[in-house]
């Protein structure tokens, strides 16, 4: 058989064929004198054996794998391990489907596609009309979604989201809206933010922050002049006083 005549009996293309040749996966046959290859039936047979792998999802190494000698690993070996890879594929694809499902279950404005560890935290806070409030939601799903967060540091911010005083303090960096930026009320609510919050969540941030360059300072230009002071000083307190 010439390849084109082997690769309309097993069902793989011709580019197929050549590239397993290329790759050392299936030897090359004998080439009569016109210079065409010529295929056997134990070609077809090889040939098929590689087809039918490739379709369960093995790898082309991982056939190469199976089609070896004793030194080879043993097909049922190679199985176990693709059995066991798509089982976490499979939990991987329900647990988005769970997520979706609850993103599609939300009014139109209210879903966010959330880490399951920030959700619950956000769950746990009561509900607000603060506008700063509503900043300090968005940059923690920021913070999720880059992977800077992580659950050792939403668990520490739980007291803090259920924290009824929490409120307050918000609704006073809300009052800054209009101030200076020398406005007295800054360094006395600096302080009682960062007294706020719970010693396990200093000691959960790194001590080089979780900011990257310039992060910072974008950050603090979302806010108005006396807010972005007592921000800025609240996250030097928790620059300072970051454990790991």
């Known amino acids: 058989m010439r390849i084109g005549e082997i690769a309309a009996v097993v069902g793989v293309t011709t580019r197929a064929i050549r590239h397993y040749h290329h790759?050392?996966?299936?030897?090359?046959?004998?080439?009569?004198?016109?210079?065409?290859?010529?295929?056997?039936?134990?070609?077809?047979?090889?040939?098929?054996?590689?087809?039918?792998?490739?379709?369960?999802?093995?790898?082309?190494d991982e056939v190469r794998d199976v089609l070896a000698d004793d030194a080879g690993r043993d097909l049922a070996d190679v199985l176990e391990e693709l059995d066991a890879d798509l089982a976490r594929q499979e939990a991987e694809i329900k647990e988005r489907r769970r997520r979706l499902a609850v993103l599609l279950a939300a009014g139109p404005g209210e879903g966010e596609p959330l880490s399951p560890a920030l959700a619950a935290l956000l769950a746990k806070a009561p509900r607000t009309t603060s506008p700063t409030a509503a900043k300090d939601r968005e940059h923690l799903t920021l913070l999720d979604a880059s992977g800077a967060g992580g659950q050792e540091i939403y668990a520490a911010l739980g007291p803090l989201a259920e924290d009824p005083g929490v409120l307050?303090?918000?609704?006073?960096?809300?009052e800054l809206a209009d101030a200076p930026v020398d406005d007295p009320r800054i360094?006395?609510?600096?302080?009682?933010?960062?007294?706020?919050?719970?010693?396990?969540?200093?000691?959960?941030?790194?001590?080089?922050?979780?900011?990257?360059?310039?992060?910072?300072?974008?950050?603090?230009?979302?806010?108005a002049p006396a807010q972005a002071e007592v921000?800025?000083?609240?996250?030097?307190?928790?620059?300072?006083?970051?454990?790991?």
């Open 23 to 60: 790759v050392g996966l299936l030897p090359e046959p004998e080439r009569r004198p016109n210079g065409y290859r010529a295929y056997g039936v134990r070609d077809a047979v090889l040939l098929a054996r590689v087809r039918r792998l490739t379709e369960l999802g093995l790898s082309l």
């Open 168 to 174: 307050a303090l918000y609704e006073r960096l809300d």
């Open 187 to 223: 360094p006395g609510l600096a302080a009682e933010l960062v007294a706020a919050v719970p010693e396990e969540v200093f000691a959960a941030i790194p001590r080089d922050g979780v900011v990257v360059t310039g992060f910072k300072e974008a950050l603090l230009a979302e806010y």
């Open 231 to 244: 921000v800025r000083r609240v996250m030097e307190a928790f620059m300072d006083r970051g454990g790991r």
